[in-house]
């Protein structure tokens, strides 16, 4: 947004794009984590996720929340493998953690992908609401109008193996990279 790429006229696009690469490759790990992994099998597949965010930004970002998001599933529900899961001292990322939680409360894959997704892309209309003149009305509706690009990343990552899904966003990317020498940042990095 810094550099003038991103505009509110653009925004719904640059979103429903978004949710074609980047959303497939998350709604894929959700999916694979929604099967109930044993714990080693599910730390490769963070570990991989780690290696396909070409970012340090990107990946510190989804770690922490995962994290985060990883612990209060696990102090909520006392699950065992939650709480396993939880104490391991690796990245974790926030798509395999919605996943794992979502496969021990029963949730199906492509119900839980679309949950994580729609979660997803209302956080992120939310900060384009504070970095672009976005008002509220069309900030839900920009976020309404995606719902059929959320169910199609939902059902297409959850048919495709996390190793399979294909993800090609240079310039998020290099935006998230660049995000720790902006003169103003709304957000930590």
């Given amino acids: 947004?810094?550099?003038?790429?991103?505009?509110?006229?653009?925004?719904?696009?640059?979103?429903?794009?978004?949710?074609?690469?980047?959303?497939?490759?998350?709604?894929?790990?959700?999916?694979?984590?929604?099967?109930?992994?044993?714990?080693?099998?599910?730390?490769?597949?963070?570990?991989?996720?780690?290696?396909?965010?070409?970012?340090?930004?990107?990946?510190?970002?989804?770690?922490?929340?995962?994290?985060r998001f990883l612990r209060l599933a696990a102090n909520i529900s006392g699950d065992e493998l939650l709480i396993a899961a939880s104490g391991v001292g690796v990245e974790v990322h926030l798509a395999a953690c919605f996943g794992l939680a979502a496969g021990v409360f029963e949730i199906d894959a492509v119900p839980a992908a679309a949950a994580y997704l729609?979660?997803?892309?209302?956080?992120?209309?939310?900060?384009?609401?504070?970095?672009?003149?976005?008002?509220?009305?069309?900030?839900?509706?920009?976020?309404?109008?995606?719902?059929?690009?959320?169910?199609?990343?939902?059902?297409?990552g959850a048919a495709t193996p996390p190793t399979q899904a294909i993800c090609f966003t240079p310039l998020v990317d290099l935006a998230s990279a660049r995000h720790a020498s902006l003169y103003t940042r709304l957000f930590m990095s």
């Fill in 118 to 156: 729609q979660q997803s892309m209302t956080a992120l209309i939310s900060a384009c609401q504070r970095l672009l003149p976005l008002g509220q009305t069309q900030a839900h509706q920009i976020l309404w109008n995606l719902k059929p690009a959320i169910l199609r990343a939902a059902e297409q």
């Fill in 1 to 67: 947004m810094d550099d003038g790429l991103l505009h509110v006229e653009t925004l719904e696009g640059f979103l429903g794009d978004y949710l074609s690469e980047t959303g497939v490759l998350e709604a894929a790990y959700c999916s694979f984590s929604c099967g109930l992994p044993s714990i080693p099998e599910w730390l490769r597949s963070n570990a991989e996720l780690s290696a396909r965010k070409l970012s340090r930004e990107s990946r510190d970002a989804s770690s922490s929340m995962g994290r």
